[in-house]
């Protein structure tokens, strides 16, 4: 049951994006279509749920038990570009059709704010879903990771829909581009705070 | 470049947040205030400025393959050592600017001077370098932190300006969307008219 | 010109690189551990100072905890000349809007509330985030007031407070916080009278 109230929390209520703001560069960029941001949404799911792991693992038996958490950010970030230097390699292996889909995208997972912010929010801050603050296990942690993945893939594919829609519209010269996606992303989050106390 | 254009040109040229739009994660997160934005603005300067120290310095003897990790190890380094700094001076800030102090590891702006001018040019033009774009994002953050306290919380830099509330929603997250953008649209205005 | 890639200059160069970087950060983490401590000290002590009576001691050093429903609470003694002048109390409450709400309350040795402080919480911005002093009068309203006979729920669940306007959670969060509060209090002085009554 707690699994449930967690992704609805991470997807909805606390959306990374828009109530959160992590990962709005890529948001920014790579939204005009629907096709290109649902499978950029895709990878992020896959490379934020196993770096959440491997993070969460490399805190609690590397970091704490040495007594060198300060390393943290340094750690953190090491294992997030050699994962995904690591799909990278393996995905050119299995699957050269996805890669080429991919493209450009992998290698900016690793400067996605998204990625970094809840590996380090899932082993720093206690959460109160459903019941008494407490800090996530494992098995809660990767699923809070990849549920904060589906958010942000869920705002993308909305906001690529409304961007798609926009680009036929009679937008004035100043507002083109960024500000009215600036904007249009401020209607959304205000529309997903209503989402608030849901759980 | 002459040295004082080096400085300059991070404010309105090249503005970080304005003209690159890079760097707006932090930039949505921290500027629920002036003073938050500033102290924000502040701290990547510093990270922004002594990460391209070091990466000029070694940039010579780091070969091709292996120089986006050890920037990112050498910025990491820097960032580690500001998030102790601030932990041990500025408690306050610390604590409000939460998560988004370690964020600044993977601040596109950070790594992308380091790529684009620390690797390639003396260490006397990164300091500037940096030290300009720092300064440019400064700005920003604090600008729009002002606006959005300022109509979120009728105060400016904590001090209140009237005795009634600001109008919420500039303080939470849409209003942290709608405020930038509305900023951008004033500045390409200010723009195509000097141009 | 940067160096060749090969394999062995880049693995070198890679492990140089952490090698220093760790180090320095080992340094810089050692020069800033006593300042970090010094900082958090503070920051606690500014919390007590605020809530109980002028004193003279260091409540920090002196803080102990006391154990209720299964939770361990921390409480600081303020003492002035010796004797305890006030007791403050981290108390907390899960049944916040938004989570965990963290109080410190601030308690004469008669009982009744000095003062409040709100150390943490994930309330809504305008609406129950007012219990925070200076935000509005709703934490005003308790200094002074006794426990003992001024019932600490909403006027609306039978008690004597005023709530915040349409946050009727939050300010039922902030008395239950309050009332686990005094149960701790009432533990502590249980202590004091029986460490009294053995030394005559």
Same mark, same amino acid.
């Given at each position: 049951?707690?699994?449930?109230?967690?992704?609805?929390?991470?997807?909805?209520?606390?959306?990374?994006?828009?109530?959160?703001?992590?990962?709005?560069?890529?948001?920014? @960029?790579?939204?005009?279509?629907?096709?290109?941001?649902?499978?950029?949404?895709?990878?992020?799911?896959?490379?934020?749920?196993?770096?959440?792991?491997?993070?969460?693992?490399?805190?609690?038996?590397?970091?704490?038990?040495?007594?060198?958490?300060?390393?943290?950010?340094?750690?953190?970030?090491?294992?997030?570009?050699?994962?995904?230097?690591?799909?990278?390699?393996?995905?050119?292996?299995?699957?050269?059709?996805?890669?080429?889909?991919?493209?450009?995208?992998?290698?900016?997972?690793?400067?996605? /704010?998204?990625?970094?912010?809840?590996?380090?929010?899932?082993?720093?801050?206690?959460?109160?879903?459903?019941?008494?603050?407490?800090?996530?296990?494992?098995?809660?942690?990767?699923?809070?990771?990849?549920?904060?993945?589906? @958010?942000?893939?869920?705002?993308?594919?909305?906001?690529?829909?409304?961007?798609?829609?926009?680009?036929?519209?009679?937008?004035?010269?100043? *507002?083109? @581009?960024?500000?009215?996606?600036?904007?249009?992303?401020?209607?959304?989050?205000?529309?997903?705070? &209503? *989402?608030?106390?849901?759980? | 470049?002459?040295?004082?254009?080096?400085?300059?040109?991070?404010?309105?040229?090249?503005?970080?947040? *304005?003209?690159?739009?890079?760097?707006?994660?932090?930039?949505?997160?921290?500027?629920?205030?002036?003073?938050?934005?500033?102290?924000?603005?502040?701290?990547?300067?510093?990270?922004?400025?002594?990460?391209?120290?070091?990466?000029?310095?070694?940039?010579?003897?780091?070969?091709?393959?292996?120089?986006?990790?050890?920037?990112?190890?050498?910025?990491?380094?820097?960032?580690?050592?500001?998030?102790?700094?601030?932990?041990?001076?500025?408690?306050?800030?610390?604590?409000?600017?939460?998560?988004?102090?370690?964020? #600044?590891?993977?601040? /596109?702006?950070?790594?992308?001077?380091?790529?684009?001018?620390?690797?390639?040019?003396?260490?006397?033009?990164?300091?500037? $370098?940096?030290?300009?774009?720092?300064?440019?994002?400064?700005?920003?953050?604090?600008?729009?932190?002002?606006?959005?306290?300022?109509?979120?919380?009728?105060?400016?830099?904590?001090?209140?300006?009237?005795?009634?509330?600001?109008?919420?929603?500039?303080?939470?997250?849409?209003?942290?969307?709608?405020?930038?953008?509305?900023?951008?649209?004033?500045?390409?205005?200010?723009?195509?008219?000097?141009? | 010109?940067?160096?060749?890639?090969?394999?062995?200059?880049?693995?070198?160069?890679?492990?140089?690189?952490?090698?220093?970087?760790?180090?320095?950060?080992?340094?810089?983490?050692?020069?800033?551990?006593?300042?970090?401590?010094?900082?958090?000290?503070?920051?606690?002590?500014?919390?007590?100072?605020?809530?109980?009576?002028?004193? $003279?001691?260091?409540?920090?050093?002196?803080?102990?905890?006391?154990?209720?429903?299964?939770?361990?609470?921390?409480?600081?003694?303020?003492?002035?000349?010796?004797?305890?002048?006030?007791?403050?109390?981290?108390?907390?409450?899960?049944?916040?809007?938004?989570?965990?709400?963290?109080?410190?309350?601030?308690?004469?040795?008669?009982?009744?509330?000095?003062?409040?402080?709100?150390?943490?919480?994930?309330?809504?911005?305008?609406? &129950? $985030?007012?219990?925070?002093?200076?935000?509005?009068?709703?934490?005003?309203?308790?200094?002074?007031?006794?426990?003992?006979?001024?019932?600490?729920?909403?006027?609306?669940?039978?008690?004597?407070?005023?709530?915040?306007?349409?946050?009727? #959670?939050?300010?039922?969060? *902030?008395?239950?916080?309050?009332?686990?509060?005094?149960?701790?209090?009432?533990? /502590?002085?249980?202590?004091?009278?029986?460490?009294?009554?053995?030394?005559?």
């Amino acid at each position: 049951m707690e699994y449930i109230l967690i992704i609805i929390s991470a997807v909805f209520v606390n959306n990374i994006l828009l109530a959160q703001f992590l990962g709005t560069c890529p948001f920014l @960029g790579v939204s005009n279509k629907v096709s290109t941001a649902a499978g950029m949404s895709g990878a992020v799911i896959f490379v934020m749920a196993i770096a959440t792991l491997v993070t969460y693992l490399f805190q609690y038996y590397v970091l704490i038990p040495l007594g060198i958490e300060f390393m943290q950010t340094v750690a953190f970030i090491l294992v997030i570009a050699g994962l995904v230097q690591m799909v990278e390699i393996i995905l050119k292996k299995i699957s050269p059709a996805l890669y080429q889909a991919l493209g450009i995208f992998l290698p900016l997972i690793t400067t996605n /704010c998204a990625v970094l912010g809840v590996a380090i929010l899932v082993v720093s801050k206690e959460f109160a879903i459903g019941g008494d603050p407490h800090m996530l296990n494992m098995a809660q942690s990767v699923v809070y990771a990849a549920a904060s993945a589906l @958010g942000f893939g869920v705002a993308m594919v909305l906001f690529a829909g409304i961007r798609e829609q926009l680009d036929l519209a009679n937008v004035p010269k100043a *507002f083109k @581009g960024t500000p009215i996606a600036l904007i249009t992303a401020g209607i959304l989050a205000l529309s997903f705070m &209503g *989402f608030a106390g849901l759980v | 470049m002459s040295k004082l254009s080096l400085l300059t040109k991070g404010i309105i040229k090249e503005n970080p947040t *304005f003209v690159l739009v890079l760097g707006m994660c932090p930039t949505l997160g921290t500027t629920t205030s002036a003073f938050n934005g500033f102290g924000m603005g502040l701290a990547t300067l510093f990270v922004l400025t002594l990460s391209n120290v070091l990466i000029s310095l070694v940039a010579k003897q780091v070969p091709d393959k292996v120089r986006i990790p050890v920037y990112i190890v050498l910025i990491a380094a820097v960032v580690t050592v500001l998030q102790l700094l601030m932990q041990a001076f500025t408690p306050a800030l610390y604590a409000t600017l939460g998560i988004f102090i370690p964020l #600044i590891v993977v601040n /596109c702006i950070v790594l992308g001077r380091a790529e684009a001018y620390a690797s390639k040019n003396s260490v006397i033009d990164s300091t500037m $370098d940096g030290i300009g774009i720092g300064l440019g994002f400064t700005l920003s953050l604090t600008v729009v932190g002002t606006i959005r306290e300022l109509l979120g919380s009728a105060s400016i830099f904590g001090i209140k300006l009237m005795d009634a509330d600001g109008m919420l929603v500039f303080v939470l997250a849409p209003g942290a969307f709608i405020v930038l953008g509305y900023i951008m649209v004033l500045f390409n205005k200010l723009k195509s008219r000097i141009s | 010109m940067a160096k060749e890639s090969s394999l062995k200059n880049m693995v070198f160069t890679l492990f140089i690189v952490c090698l220093v970087s760790s180090t320095l950060l080992g340094g810089a983490y050692a020069l800033t551990k006593e300042p970090i401590e010094a900082a958090n000290i503070a920051k606690v002590n500014s919390s007590i100072s605020g809530v109980v009576p002028a004193f $003279d001691n260091d409540p920090s050093k002196e803080i102990f905890t006391k154990e209720l429903n299964g939770k361990s609470f921390n409480v600081y003694p303020a003492k002035k000349g010796g004797k305890i002048v006030g007791y403050a109390v981290e108390s907390s409450t899960s049944a916040g809007f938004g989570g965990r709400i963290m109080l410190m309350v601030g308690f004469n040795t008669d009982g009744t509330i000095f003062n409040t402080s709100v150390l943490s919480h994930s309330e809504t911005p305008g609406l &129950g $985030d007012k219990m925070v002093e200076g935000k509005s009068n709703f934490s005003v309203q308790f200094k002074g007031k006794n426990p003992a006979d001024f019932k600490l729920a909403v006027k609306k669940d039978g008690g004597d407070v005023d709530a915040i306007t349409a946050s009727t #959670i939050t300010s039922r969060a *902030f008395c239950d916080a309050l009332v686990t509060a005094y149960k701790v209090f009432q533990l /502590c002085i249980e202590d004091q009278t029986k460490n009294k009554n053995s030394n005559e």
